[in-house]
């Protein structure tokens, strides 16, 4: 038989570990490149863009466009970067969890 009441318990404990896990990841910085390092852009480990630098020797009107792709390039590396932080912190929380088939984290 199913214990409800330690399930319950357990995941309201994982609930808790959860939300201490959002926390942490908007406090972590993860920084993406592209360029060779001429364009960075800093994201929150959510996912939230917090700073761009881009080298003084991008910023002539010749290289506009060129410029564009290179922070698109950088955002998405850094997005890469906190989505894979992301999901090891969750799946680390859903580990010691055992779920019913096809139910998954957060609930």
Same mark, same amino acid.
């Given at each position: 038989m199913v214990d409800i009441l330690g399930m319950m318990k %357990? +995941?309201?404990a994982v609930q808790a570990q959860l939300q201490e896990a959002q926390e942490e990841l908007a406090r972590l910085d993860v920084e993406g490149q592209s360029g060779g390092g001429m364009v960075k852009v800093t994201l929150t480990g959510k996912g939230e863009m917090k700073a761009i630098a881009? #080298? &003084?020797s991008l910023l002539t &009107? *010749? #290289?506009k466009? =060129?410029?564009e792709d290179l922070i698109l390039a950088a955002y998405a590396d850094a997005k @890469? %970067? +906190? #989505?894979r932080l992301s999901a090891e912190k969750m799946q680390s929380l +859903? *580990?010691?969890l055992q779920l019913p088939? @096809? =139910? %998954?984290l957060p609930f």
């Open positions: %357990k +995941a309201q881009i #080298d &003084p &009107p *010749a #290289d466009e =060129m410029v @890469g %970067k +906190a #989505d +859903a *580990a010691g088939p @096809g =139910m %998954k």
